[in-house]
């Protein structure tokens, strides 16, 4: 795979802009304090929002840039952002190890995809969240952001499937305006997840 996103995040301007996406600070009022993975994180913005509000965050990239990134607009902000730079495609998950998994328009070829959709719920303690906003195959009609191919985008109904037995505190597929730097503008055509991992009885 070659990282084309080291490429992309490697200039000065945030192409994402440096403040958090929308769902992420609605999601972030019904979370519950603890520790916080944001996977495919790039330049930091949503990890570095949460830090803010007093999480205990960790921030994973395929990109160096975007991780560097990630760390100065922490340093920006006064806060910690732990960083790591992991590759989704062969990366292990531990188990039960975060209290929530935020998902902001991370889209994978399928077999990245289903591998990250298992990891994470390895990953999350019982109680804990699984956050996400990403793009639905519509979204390829709208032109205003994500990957341009359609086995890239998500299905509604195979995210449903894939958290089946979770919690389901928000899911939402629409139409959402996003004004996210340079690359997300206009009108998008989403999937909003939050599910919440069952605790045992």
Not at 16 to 23: A, L
Not at 76 to 84: L, M, N
Not at 155 to 182: A, D, S, T, W
Request: proline share 3%; hydrophobic share 35%.
């Amino acid at each position: 795979m070659s990282n084309m996103w080291h490429e992309r995040f490697s200039t000065d301007e945030y192409v994402y802009g440096k403040e958090p996406n929308e769902f992420v600070v609605e999601a972030s009022k019904l979370m519950p304090k603890g520790k916080v993975l944001c996977i495919a994180e790039g330049e930091g913005r949503n990890s570095v929002y949460l830090a803010s509000l007093g999480f205990d965050v960790t921030a994973w990239d395929f990109a160096q840039a975007g991780l560097d990134k990630t760390k100065q607009l922490a340093d920006e902000k006064g806060v910690t952002v732990t960083t790591a730079y992991r590759d989704l495609a062969d990366v292990k998950w531990e188990t039960e190890q975060w209290d929530a998994i935020i998902q902001i328009f991370g889209h994978f070829p399928e077999d990245v995809m289903a591998r990250t959709f298992s990891g994470i719920k390895k990953a999350l303690k019982p109680g804990g969240y699984y956050i996400s906003e990403l793009y639905s195959k519509e979204q390829l009609a709208y032109g205003t952001g994500g990957p341009r191919n359609e086995a890239m985008l998500i299905n509604p109904k195979e995210m449903l499937e894939q958290f089946n037995g979770y919690f389901i505190k928000h899911f939402h597929v629409g139409e959402v305006n996003r004004e996210e730097g340079q690359l997300h503008t206009g009108t998008a055509h989403v999937v909003q997840s939050m599910f919440q991992k069952r605790k045992e009885d």
